[in-house]
């Protein structure tokens, strides 16, 4: 994966400006910490998202908290990186489907596409989830390739947030993806009412326990 780019979850009435500030800011961002860090492996790019997502966080230009919260604000709260939520998959592509409207927080519906379905064995279980193209920015020459990946896992409502976690892929040259939980990120929701965010649909549940990436947010 060449970069990394949040999909991310506006408030309704900007949604498609501020879509693509949002994602362009934190693709910056992040390339050109990977281009000066270079990362070797899935580990070290998991260290380096998760250190620039805080960054993001703490400044009140690019943070998604409300002003008071951002001024308390010390870091997020992670798993610790693990190997064993490094998992290589099987990418399905399905070329026949057909938009539709992603079920969000709020009123607002953006059109999605099943861009295909991704097989894996975890815990000695096989596992499939779907994974969607947002139609408003496929288009764009830096988003041809980016695949969204909402899910939610045993660990939602527990140590994770009941709503569900995301990542962000890009398609691969040949069938293997590589899913990196301990880059799964929270909604911007979880953080802000405010923000209008895309519900992982049923059948992108985990049938275990994703002890990577993100935990919940509580505000103190």
């Known amino acids: 994966m060449t970069g ?53 966080f703490a400044n009140e230009k690019s943070s998604p908290l409300p002003k008071d919260a951002i001024k308390s604000f010390k870091e997020l709260d992670f798993f610790p990186v693990n190997e064993q939520y490094i998992i290589e998959a099987e990418l399905i592509p399905t070329p026949d489907e057909k938009p539709f409207e992603m079920q969000t927080t709020t009123a607002r519906k953006p059109i999605y596409i099943k861009y295909g379905e991704v097989h894996f064995t975890l815990n000695g279980k096989k596992q499939k989830l779907d994974v969607f193209q947002d139609i408003s920015i496929r288009e764009k020459e830096e988003f041809k390739k980016h695949l969204f990946l909402p899910f939610t896992d045993l660990t939602s409502g527990l140590t994770t947030y009941g709503g569900g976690r995301y990542l962000d892929l890009e398609i691969p040259s040949d069938n293997v993806l590589v899913l990196n939980f301990n880059m799964a990120y929270n ?34």
């Open 187 to 220: 909604p911007y929701c979880v953080y802000n009412p405010k923000f209008s965010c895309p519900i992982p649909p049923e059948q992108n549940f985990i049938d275990a326990e994703i002890n990577a990436g993100i935990k919940d947010y509580k505000y103190e």
């Open 4 to 56: 990394l780019f949040l999909l991310l979850l506006l408030p309704p009435q900007k949604q498609t400006t501020n879509a693509m500030k949002r994602i362009l800011a934190l693709g910056f961002i992040l390339s050109l910490t990977f281009a000066c860090s270079q990362p070797k492996t899935e580990s070290d790019k998991a260290i380096i998202f998760q250190k620039n997502l805080n960054k993001e």
